[in-house]
C-alpha cells in the first residue's frame, strides 16, 4: 500500500482483511504517513495483528516504482462515498503503470477500472471479508496469472492514460470545437 494513511483510504477494512488472514503467510508493507496513522497502528497492535504490517514511511514519488517492482501485488481502498465513486485515484494509475497485480477495495470507477481492465481484483468498499477473499485469490494465483494481470495493468495503462494517448485526445478535443 502506498499513499495516505487517512480515513478515506478506510484502513479498518485492510485490518479487517488481515485479521481474517492472520494464519497465512501474508503480510503488508505500507509507505507513506498520514493523519489517521497513530490509530491505525494501535489498532493494529490491539489486535494482536502487527507482525503483518510493515510501516516503512515516506518516500519520494520517484522512488515509488522501485519499492512497487519488489511487491507481489499493489493494494488500494477507499471508504464508502459517493465522492470516490466518481474519482480515479491518482495511485491506480501508477499502479497500472508498474504492471503488477491491482486488489481493491472500493467503489465506482476506480473498481470499475480493476475489473474491467483484469489487472487484479476489486471488490465494494468497506467490505473486509471480500477483501481478503481477494488478497487470498492473488496470493494462489499460479505464475502465469500474475504475469496475465500484469500485463493486462501495463495494457490498460498504455491504452489509457499514455501521454500519445492523452495527445491524441486533446487534439481530437481541439478539432471537433
Known sequence: FAGNIGVAQSFDT???AFEL????????????GGRDKERVQKI??????SNKFYFLGSFPAKEMPNFFACADALLITLKKADIFSYTIP???QSYLACGKPIIGSLDGIGNRIITSSKAGYASEA???K???DN????YNASKSQKEMFSSNAIKYFKDNY????LLDEIENILENH
Open 44 to 49: 493494529i497492535n490491539d489486535k494482536g495483528i
Open 14 to 16: 485492510i485490518i479487517h
Open 90 to 92: 491518482g495511485k491506480l
Open 135 to 138: 488478497i487470498l485469490k492473488v
Open 130 to 132: 471480500l477483501l481478503a
Open 126 to 128: 468497506e467490505n473486509g
Open 162 to 165: 499514455s501521454k500519445d494517448y
Open 21 to 32: 488472514l492472520k494464519n497465512k503467510n501474508i503480510n503488508l508493507v505500507i509507505l507513506g
